[in-house]
């Protein structure tokens, strides 16, 4: 028998509902429930409403109650559609590095970049790992993510991506957001790998995709597009195969050259991430094609590099998602609320635009189409916010946090009750 939950007054519920997956979006599309509820059962929204109608319509049902004190506004749970939060070691050393002149692809040749993480991931244990994945997604949380993509990608053989994965997998299943995990075995060709990039490609393809259908690890694959990486010639047999098995295909594009965009249109991707460097070319092909166009504002931020031009990508038609990247070189901060407001105000996006690249259409780039929005049928999945004005939450870039964050209808994060307040 469910158990049937109303939660309310609420002095504002922002659902998310009724928008377009494509293209800008005015602010007055947004709909608002002034004085709403929440009415749900067994992790599923039931009905959003006026919470008033609410009470009368389960006044003869036996309804769990929670009955909000003070103003609150409501939100559906954020997701983050790109980070890379299974590492191990720090890199502060290229921070350091960066704002002293070098380079991100200097860094790299110089032993720090990508590599250096590859080396202390190996040297963790997959425990190790899980504990470093629990500490972010805890950060996460507190921030209103309720769902979390996270890669692989400093493994880059075999056994470590597997034990990267492994301890994604783990990690989701020991902590209340939802994990989506991706392999990005295509991060870069490993320096102590025997043989070129077609034979490493060939053997990841070959000995890891297998293993990742038979243990459930993940039905992702990320490739890494770039000059330090791999060209869209080199990378295009491996897509190749990964769709022959049934694998949906997101992809690293755009982030310093051009030429990732072209091979996620080409291969159908759910989504293309990055796109700083993106021209208009590129920028036309994506708003043709249903290509989901992911900013990663973290990566500018970390790298001082110019944001991914979110303006033009919404104006050329195209479905824009905002994610953290958190990562430990490019985009250490992780805090996917200051990040999307930071890109709101450089790119001049309306509210209306970065709060649907956090909910709805960063689902849409995981292919989820059970959140993202408050309405029936959809996971209640929301957060709450001490305010009479949801116009706050952006307006504070980040500063201002939830107070408390609902997963399949579950308190997981109650600020008042944190010990770490
Ligand atoms: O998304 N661009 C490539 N990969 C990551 C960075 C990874 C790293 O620097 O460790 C990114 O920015
Ligand atoms: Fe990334």
């Known amino acids: ?34 004085n709403g509820g929440i009415l749900y059962a067994d992790g599923l929204v039931k009905k959003v409403d006026v919470y008033k109608k609410l009470l009368s319509e ?11 004190e003070g103003n609150h506004i409501c939100m559906p749970g954020f997701v983050d559609s790109h980070t890379h939060i299974c590492f191990g070691g720090s890199r502060a050393r290229d921070y350091a590095m960066r704002n002293a002149g070098k380079t ?4 790299a040749a110089e032993g720090g970049g990508i590599w250096d993480t590859v080396i202390q991931t190996r040297k963790a244990s997959q425990k190790e790992l899980i504990k470093g994945i629990l500490k972010r997604a805890k950060q996460h949380l507190k921030n209103g993510v309720t769902t979390i993509e996270v890669k ?3 493994g880059l053989t075999v056994e470590e991506e597997l034990k990267m994965l492994r301890a994604i997998k783990e990690a989701g299943e020991q902590f209340p957001l939802n994990f989506v995990s991706t392999c990005l075995a295509a991060h870069m060709h490993p320096k102590d790998f025997t043989g070129d990039k077609t034979a490493y490609l060939t053997e990841i ?21 770039e000059s330090g990486a791999f060209s869209p010639t080199e990378i295009s047999p491996y897509l190749s195969r990964a769709v022959e098995m049934g694998f949906d295909i997101t992809i690293h594009a755009d982030q310093f050259s051009v030429g990732g965009s072209e091979v996620a ?14 021209s208009a070319h590129e920028i036309e092909l994506l708003g043709k094609s249903n290509v989901i166009a992911t900013a990663l504002p973290g990566a500018s931020l970390g790298l001082g590099c110019d944001f991914t031009p979110a303006r033009k990508i919404l104006d050329a038609g195209c479905a824009l998602a905002i994610a953290s990247d958190h990562n430990p070189g490019s985009a250490p901060m992780g805090d996917l ?21 956090i909910t709805y259409r960063a689902a849409a780039a995981l292919k989820l189409s059970d959140r993202g929005q408050l309405k029936a049928g959809f996971l209640a999945d929301f957060s709450l916010f001490h305010t009479t004005n949801y116009n706050e939450v952006l307006y504070n870039q980040g500063a201002f946090k939830p107070c408390m964050v609902f997963k399949d209808g579950k308190l ?3 600020k008042h009750n944190s010990q770490e307040r």
């Open 265 to 278: 249109v080409k291969f159908k991707a759910v989504s293309a991430d990055h796109l700083e460097a993106s």
């Open 152 to 154: 692989s990608g400093y």
């Open 337 to 357: 609320l200051t990040q999307s407001a930071v890109l709101g105000t450089m790119e001049k996006l309306t509210n209306a635009e970065v709060l649907a690249g």
């Open 205 to 225: 393809s070959e000995q890891l995709f297998p293993i990742l259908v038979k243990e459930k690890l993940t039905n992702r694959i990320d490739a890494f597009i």
């Open 58 to 68: 389960v006044e003869n049902l036996n309804v769990h109650m929670i009955r909000l």
């Open 412 to 414: 997981i994060y109650d």
């Open 1 to 34: 028998m469910e158990q049937l939950t109303l939660i309310g007054p609420l002095s504002q519920i922002i659902p998310m509902t009724g928008m377009s997956l494509k293209g800008p979006l005015s602010d007055d599309k947004l709909h608002i429930i002034e």
């Open 104 to 107: 991100y692809l200097q860094i």
